[in-house]
C-alpha cells in the first residue's frame, strides 16, 4: 500500500519531539540558552487548550514532573476533508532532581489499549477520536500514571533541526534502501538510501533513517528512534547549543504546541529549572513490555501489540523510579560498573552457544575492495550467534569515514542478520578513527585473552563492546532491539581476528 504524505511524515514530528528531550537535558550549558529562548516562549494559544487543565496533574516548584510527547501528522483540532489525524509516538518523560536518571518510556502506537468511551482500539487511534486530551485519558487509565505537560510536536521542521545542532553520527545496523522506479503507485512507499555503518546523518539523510517503516515492526521503529536519540543527545555541543539558541528556539516554537500552563513563561521556566537539576543525569530508557498478538475484527484478523497488567505496572515502578534495578542504581553512582570476574574467550564461547565461524569470516573478508589501503587489519569475528549469518548485499562495506574536522577515515562494516522477521541484525565496525563520538564515555572495562574491551550499555543490556588498537577501532553492534546478551556481545567482540593463522 501506497503512504500518503500525512503517514509519511508522523513519525518526524515524534523525533523533533525527541529532540526537545536533548535540548533539556543537554547539561549545564542549556542555562545560558534558556536564557536567550526567554524571548522566544509564544504566549499562551487564544484557542482551545490540547488538554484541559482539569486532566493534567498540578504539583509544587521542583517537584517531579512527566510530560508526553507527542508526535502527530498535524493539529487535532484542524483536521481536513474529514480524514483523522493520529499520533504516530507517544513518549513519557519523567524528571525527577531526586533520581539518578531521567527515564523514558514509549508507548507503543499498536498496542492493544481500551479507549475511554471508545472501547477497545490500537493506542494511536485515541488521538483520531480525540486528540491529546483522550490520548492522556487512554494512558492514564493503562498505566496509572498522572501526567504534568503535554508537548503535541509537527516535525515541519526536523531537517531544519537537525542541521542547526550539528548533525548526528549514528551507527545504522543495515542498509535502508528502496527505489519506487518500475514500482506501480498502489505499492510505492518513501524512498530512502542510507548505507550500513557508522555514518553521520544530516537533514534529508536523517529523516529517511528514522520514518522507514517498511518491512519493520513498531517495537524496532521505537528502538530506531530512542537510538537515535540517544546519539543526538551524546554529540550536542556547547557552541551548537548557544550559537544557535535563537534559531532553534524558532524552529521548536512553529513546531510544537503545549497545554496551557507550559505556554507561560511562568510554567515554561518551572519545567526548565527541573530539567536543569535533573540535566547532569543521564537518559534511561524504559522497555514497554509488548508482545504481538492478533485479535478479531469483523471477519478477519488484526494484529495488535498487547501487554500485560502485570507487566507494564513493573514498567511503570521502573520509570517512576529512575529505571533499572537496585543493583544497576548501585554500580551507576559508584561511577561505573562493579569489577568482573576474569573471563576467557573459550568459556564466553560456550555460555553464548556460539558456533565456529572463521571459514565463511575470511571469505567474506576476501570480498572486500581497497582492504589493502584500510589502514587497519579487516577483523571478523571467529564466532557468531547460532541464527546469525552475514547479510547479502555490501558486505562489507569498505568506505571513508570523516570526523567534524572533516578529515578522512578509513572504515569497514560487517552486516550480520540474526532474524529478518523480528528486524534484528547486528554488526563489526572497524575504522582507522580511534575517538569517534560513539566510544566517548564507556560504561567498564573488561579484558578479555588480552584485550582490554570497553563496554557501552543501554540499561541492562550491552550497546556496544569495543577494542582500540594503536591504529583503529573496532566494535561490536547489538541489534536495535537488544536481541544478543551479555556473553554472546563479549564473545563476538573478543574473538575479532584477521583471519592469519586461524584455522578452519
Known sequence: MSEGPPRERMLLRSLLAGLLIVVVTAGATATKLFAEIDDYVPPPDSGPPIVPAKDLEQTKPGKPQTLLLLGSD???????????????????????????????????????????????????????????????????????????????VHFGGFREAVNALGCFYVDVDRRYYHSNEGVPIGQRYAEIDVPAGYQRLCGQDALDYVRFRHADNDLVRAARQQDFLRSAKDQISTSSLIGDSKRLARIFARN?????????????????????????????QIEFPATFTQAPQGEAFVEYLDAAPGDIAEAVDKFMHGGGDEQEKARTRSGGARKPRPATLEGLVEKGEMVDARSVGRTV???????????VPLRFPAYLTQNGRYGEQQNPRVYRLRDRAGNP??????????????GAYYGVQGTTWRTPPLLAHPSAV??????????????????????????????VSNTLTMKLRDDQMLALAASLTSGRGASK
Not at 585473552?449 to 556496544?464: A, C, T, V, W
Open 256 to 284: 510544537s504546541e503545549t497545554d496551557r500552563a507550559l505556554s507561560t513563561r511562568r510554567g515554561f521556566f518551572r519545567l526548565l529549572k527541573l530539567a536543569l537539576f535533573s540535566s547532569e543525569r543521564p537518559v534511561r
Open 409 to 422: 577515515h578509513w572504515a569497514y562494516r560487517l552486516t550480520l542478520v540474526e532474524s529478518v522477521v523480528e
Open 365 to 375: 573478508a576476501r570480498r572486500a575492495k581497497r582492504r589493502n589501503r584500510l589502514g
Open 446 to 475: 573488561r579484558r578479555v585473552d588480552g584485550k582490554r574491551l570497553e563496554l557501552f550499555r543501554s540499561g541492562k543490556r550491552l550497546r556496544f563492546v569495543a577494542w582500540r588498537t594503536r591504529t583503529g577501532a573496532y566494535w
Open 74 to 152: 498535524r493539529r487535532w483540532i484542524d483536521k481536513q476533508n474529514g480524514d483523522q489525524a493520529r499520533s504516530d509516538t507517544m513518549m513519557l518523560v519523567r524528571l525527577n532532581a531526586d533520581e539518578d536518571a531521567t527515564t523514558v518510556m514509549s508507548i507503543p502506537r499498536d498496542l492493544r489499549v481500551e479507549i475511554p468511551g471508545y472501547g477497545m482500539d490500537k493506542m494511536n487511534n485515541a488521538y483520531a477520536l480525540g486528540g491529546a486530551a483522550l490520548t492522556v485519558k487512554t494512558i492514564r487509565a493503562l498505566t496509572q500514571i498522572r501526567i504534568h505537560h503535554v508537548v503535541n
